[in-house]
């Protein structure tokens, strides 16, 4: 009877380390593939980032060369007349 429980046993934990080896499996295929599906996610937005990034650098040039020729443009309009006005009240 001793002999018969002891391999009844085995079997028994022989069957579990099976079924969690088996689980084990399936749960590392189930990572893998969410795993993958991260990755290409990630891989597209990191070409939306570097498609993104590019515009902005677009716009803050477009936007930095305004803004420098509105500065010119206001020296010309503001700054020169008044400097010649005023060297013209102070030769009279």
């Known amino acids: 009877m001793d002999e ?5 046993f085995l079997d028994k934990c022989r069957h579990q380390k099976e079924e969690a080896l088996n689980f084990r499996v399936v ?3 189930e990572v ?3 795993e993958e599906e991260l990755g290409a996610e990630i891989a597209t937005l990191e070409k939306q980032r570097d498609g993104l990034e590019a515009e902005l650098k677009k716009v803050l040039c477009c936007y930095s060369w305004k803004i420098s020729v509105g500065v010119d443009f206001f020296y ?3 700054i020169v007349p008044t400097y010649l006005s005023r060297s013209a009240i102070i030769s009279n």
């Open 4 to 8: 018969l429980f002891k391999i009844f």
């Open 27 to 29: 749960k590392e295929k």
């Open 32 to 34: 893998c593939e969410i």
């Open 76 to 78: 010309l309009v503001m």
